[in-house]
T-cell receptor, first 117, second 115 residues
Framework: DSGVTQTPKHLITATGQRVTLRCSPR?????VYWYQQSLDQGLQFLIQ???????AKGNILERFSAQQFPDLHSELNLSSLELGDSALYFC????????????????FGPGTRLTVL | SQELEQSPQSLIVQEGKNLTINCTSS?????LYWYKQKYGEGLIFLMM?????EEKSHEKITAKLDEKKQQSSLHITASQPSHAGIYLC???????????????FGQGTILTVHP
């Protein structure tokens, strides 16, 4: 158990709908990252928040948005869902902002499996 | 952008055999992470390497970062069925880059260990 929690575990919805994925980081971790894993694209970085502020953006679609709240939990909002959005969505957390240096490993949650029908 | 290529893509070994998985980068590596994933589950952190020539071990798994810092290898000694899963390498941002905590991942190596 990494200490990162994600809800829900599974989500089945229809095209055009909007869903919210939730992540609670490990206690003491200030950075939260979101990743998408699909068979054709592999594991792709979406976005990073550090202490409530967006810090890095990857291949995140405009239909997707995220935020980190004062209690450090984060939510990933996916709207106007398409079949191709079906994937595993992972949240990860780390202590600091940067990857380099000690004790900044990213610890991953169990993921949310999104199925768009 | 940085790309990571893992080889082999899949590996089937008999229990007790040694094996090696490689991760090659298109650019110099400034931080290389190894993770293990059970199918459909989260990633488990294994090791992180930063310095050229660095080598780390955890139980029967050893990871190395070569001197030129463009390749890393993961070696499993006396493999067991519990080692089965998907092994992913991830690279951190280049020195001086502003990509903060973004990790770029290889496509993964699927390891099967037959008892």
């Amino acid at each position: 158990d990494s200490g990162v929690t994600q809800t829900p575990k599974h989500l089945i919805t229809a095209t055009g709908q909007r869903v919210t994925l939730r992540c609670s980081p490990r206690s003491g971790d200030l950075s939260v990252y979101w990743y998408q894993q699909s068979l054709d694209q592999g594991l792709q970085f979406l976005i990073q928040y550090y202490n409530g502020e967006e810090r890095a953006k990857g291949n995140i679609l405009e239909r997707f948005s995220a935020q980190q709240f004062p209690d450090l939990h984060s939510e990933l909002n996916l709207s106007s869902l398409e079949l191709g959005d079906s994937a595993l969505y992972f949240c990860a957390s780390s202590v600091g902002l940067h990857l380099l240096g000690g004790y900044n490993e990213q610890f991953f949650g169990p993921g949310t499996r999104l199925t768009v029908l | 952008s940085q790309e990571l290529e893992q080889s082999p893509q899949s590996l089937i070994v008999q229990e007790g055999k040694n094996l090696t998985i490689n991760c090659t980068s298109s650019k110099t590596l400034y931080g290389l992470y190894w993770y293990k994933q059970k199918y459909g589950e989260g990633l488990i952190f294994l090791m992180m390497l930063q310095k050229g020539g660095e080598e780390k071990s955890h139980e029967k798994i050893t990871a190395k970062l070569d001197e030129k810092k463009q390749q890393s290898s993961l070696h499993i000694t006396a493999s067991q069925p519990s080692h089965a899963g998907i092994y992913l390498c991830g690279a951190g941002p280049n020195a001086g880059g502003t990509s903060y905590g973004k990790l770029t991942f290889g496509q993964g190596t699927i390891l099967t260990v037959h008892p």
